[in-house]
């Protein structure tokens, strides 16, 4: 491999707007870090914005060339196994003599990215098919099938990468099962700015961050925090995150039993902020609490760590490789709603363990820095180059 490569990552970015999820926020950390980096000549970035109707390229120049090219993915395009995407990106690809390119995701990242022919690094963000069931877990027939088509998509694309980045133990085990294909596993980077948080703040603030979605399992948290008020009435739920597609009802659903609990004043639905205004949250709790169906790598378990946070959370998917029961937090089994309330209740009311676990989390965190991931990155394409 010589000096000088040009890199090409698909993934979902932040252009203009609050992070909105974790994949946003990994392209977002690793971006900055991996501009700063003299191998890198070029690198660009290819975004899908689902909420436009029309394809459009916004293209803005940034340190050692960044671009934006963000279009729609387009009716029928499952159908076509993503053929006008590939082929806007492939053409792109071609001008511009990419070395490489990254996909961020399994999904149509993936798709596209193998399909242009070049060589192609996934990182997984969870495990698509499943989260897709998990969603939908009674679709119709027109829907049944259209999942059936991309998980096919999806796993075909897969086996073609010529290596995949595992943020996980979870992700790796599974995906291992399906494909032949090298894994590396790197973890999440996170923004430097979290590891400046201080991790000593005893308030009685409890943190949920994340996307509103089902699989999150909010009307289970909620459900257990009516028992914790109880024990610690100066206690103080905050649920930050952007309502999920498709997830409308659910949300309603949250807000109808926060009123019906008679919580409005204790639970506060802070919605889609900004990066400034979720760091101002983690300095001001006390710990973060998720009790999700399936995670892969979650974001915000990580931002917690990096801000000197304990956290209790179910004990899902890579959830394990972030919390380590009794170091730096707690994990339960998912449907264990009293043993969750009785660790989120042990720690509002134990100082020193909240601050011993908080010590615990900060030191767990450090394989996260982004200057750290990006170097790992880097040798990730060096590999595959040198083949």
């Not at 394809?55 to 076509?80: D, P």
């Amino acid at each position: 491999m010589t000096l000088g490569i040009k890199i090409l990552l698909i993934t979902q970015y932040p252009e203009g707007k609050p992070i909105y999820g974790g994949v946003e926020a990994v392209s977002k950390y690793l971006i900055d870090e991996l501009i700063k980096i003299n191998i890198i000549e070029e690198l660009h970035i290819v975004s899908w914005n689902i909420t436009q109707e029309n394809f459009l390229i916004n293209s803005i120049t940034k340190e050692k060339g960044v671009h934006f090219f963000i279009n729609n993915i387009g009716r029928f395009q499952l159908l076509t196994g993503y053929s006008k995407n590939t082929n806007i990106v492939k053409r792109f690809c071609d001008s511009r003599r990419i070395d490489l390119i990254h996909a961020q995701g399994m999904d149509r990242e993936n798709v596209v990215a193998t399909n242009t022919g070049y060589p192609t690094i996934t990182t997984i963000h969870g495990i698509v098919p499943f989260e897709r069931k998990l969603q939908t877990p009674h679709p119709s027939i027109p829907r049944k099938i259209r999942m059936n088509l991309a998980e096919t998509l999806d796993w075909r694309a897969l086996r073609k990468s010529k290596l995949i980045i595992s943020t996980s133990s979870y992700d790796r085990n599974v995906i291992s099962e399906k494909t032949y294909t090298e894994i590396v596993t790197i973890p999440n980077p996170i923004s430097p700015d979290f590891f400046s948080i201080n991790e000593s703040d005893l308030t009685k603030e409890i943190l949920f961050v994340g996307v509103i979605q089902k699989r999150k399992r909010i009307m289970e948290i909620i459900s257990a925090f009516k028992k914790i008020v109880i024990k610690v009435p100066d206690s103080i739920l905050k649920i930050i995150g952007p309502v999920g597609i498709g997830e409308a009802e659910y949300f309603n659903s949250i807000k109808e039993l926060i009123e019906q609990s008679k919580l409005q004043q204790k639970i506060k639905l802070l919605g889609h902020i900004s990066q400034e205004q979720l760091l101002e949250q983690y300095g001001k709790c006390r710990l973060l609490i998720m009790l999700s169906e399936e995670e892969t790598s979650p974001m915000s378990i990580a931002q917690a760590l990096a801000c000197g946070k304990p956290v209790i959370s179910s004990n899902v998917g890579g959830i394990t490789d972030l919390v380590v029961h009794m170091r730096n937090g707690f994990l339960v089994d998912k449907d264990d709603i009293d043993g969750f309330t009785n660790y989120i209740t042990l720690l509002l009311l134990d100082d020193q363990l909240c601050i011993a676990m908080g010590k615990e989390s900060k030191i767990l965190a450090n394989c996260r820095r982004p200057d750290v991931v990006a170097r790992q990155t880097i040798e990730a394409y060096s590999k595959v180059l040198s083949r």
